[in-house]
């Protein structure tokens, strides 16, 4: 997959991709179809693993050629040394996980940087929604309350916090939408927050 084809894929995933410097090791928590490593792999020459849990998910993992290991990430990362991949991926995962700070630390201390996302709770439409007695429904929280994988909603303000004291260093912090950053009101206007961050010194 070249970035012409990702970006038409998951702009998303190509916006973040820029940050990965080639010939890294990365570690991608929550790979889901392998998209983003294939991409690593074949665009940048990068090497490393994906963890997935879900059966068709590694299944595509698979068919393209990752190297995954399924596993559910509330068991944490375990099997893996400190500073053990250059970079680690957390893409629209974390928000699903019960135990959000313990991976966060752990994601931290497995990689010398990291990448997280997530769909940002403050995105205009799910405050709209919410001031009209509802919960948000949207591209970026496409479920309904009882069927959403989601059991974690943050806001860009509410991850510095947490990233702040779990003792990480907030590189960089943007908002997209449909894969382009947002500059101007990112926590109202943008739909995805993405975090570099790494261990505070």
Not at 92 to 102: A, C, I, N, R, T
Request: proline share 4%; hydrophobic share 40%; net charge negative.
């Amino acid at each position: 997959m070249n970035v012409q084809e990702l970006k038409r894929h998951r702009p998303d995933l190509a916006f973040i991709a820029d940050w990965i410097k080639p010939e890294s090791h990365v570690l991608d928590v929550g790979c889901g179809d392998g998209v983003m490593l294939d991409y690593l792999r074949t665009d940048k020459q990068c090497s490393g693993y994906g963890i997935e849990i879900a059966d068709d998910k590694v299944l595509e993992c698979a068919k393209r050629g990752i190297n995954v290991i399924q596993q559910d990430m509330e068991n944490g990362l375990s099997m893996f040394g400190e500073h053990a991949f250059d970079t680690v991926l957390c893409l629209s995962s974390l928000q699903m996980m019960k135990h959000v700070e313990p991976l966060l630390r752990d994601i931290a201390r497995v990689g010398n940087e990291a990448i997280v996302s997530f769909p940002n709770f403050g995105y205009w439409p799910h405050r709209t929604a919410l001031l009209q007695g509802k919960m948000p429904v949207s591209k970026s929280l496409p479920f309904e309350w009882y069927d959403t994988p989601n059991v974690r909603c943050a806001t860009i303000y509410d991850f510095a916090d947490l990233a702040d004291d779990v003792g990480l260093q907030v590189m960089e912090c943007v908002a997209l939408h449909e894969g382009k950053q947002i500059h101007w009101l990112p926590n109202l206007r943008g739909s995805l927050a993405v975090f570099r961050l790494k261990k505070r010194i």
